[in-house]
């Protein structure tokens, strides 16, 4: 099993009710939909306002390493990409729980 998880910082200008960040945080939800090979997903914003806290996160289970790999290539999730990239800086971690 590998769980993905993805943290997003909101860059300088915008907020959680910005039209593009309201569009991102949807497609973000909506990945779960769009993408099979995924065992669980579950998206939220931070409730918790320190300096070090990333703003949203995405956690997704996948059974293995090429399912990793398929969700990567997905179209509706490279879409999502694109709508974050565009709003965020973010970190990501794969791990292997195997």
């Known amino acids: 099993m590998i769980t993905h998880i993805a943290l997003f ?4 200008g915008f907020e959680r009710c910005s039209p593009a960040v309201v569009e991102a945080e949807k497609s973000a939800k909506d990945v779960c939909r ?3 090979e995924l065992l669980t997903w579950r998206t939220g914003w ?4 320190r300096d070090i ?3 949203f996160a995405v956690i ?8 990793l790999e398929k969700y990567q290539a997905n179209p509706f999730h490279r879409l999502s990409v694109e709508r974050w990239r565009a ?7 794969d791990l292997n729980d195997a």
């Open 9 to 12: 910082k909101l860059k300088d």
């Open 34 to 36: 769009n993408v099979p």
């Open 46 to 49: 931070n409730t918790v306002d």
């Open 53 to 55: 806290s990333y703003d």
């Open 60 to 67: 997704g289970v996948l059974p293995n390493l090429a399912a």
């Open 87 to 93: 709003i965020s800086d973010w970190v990501v971690i």
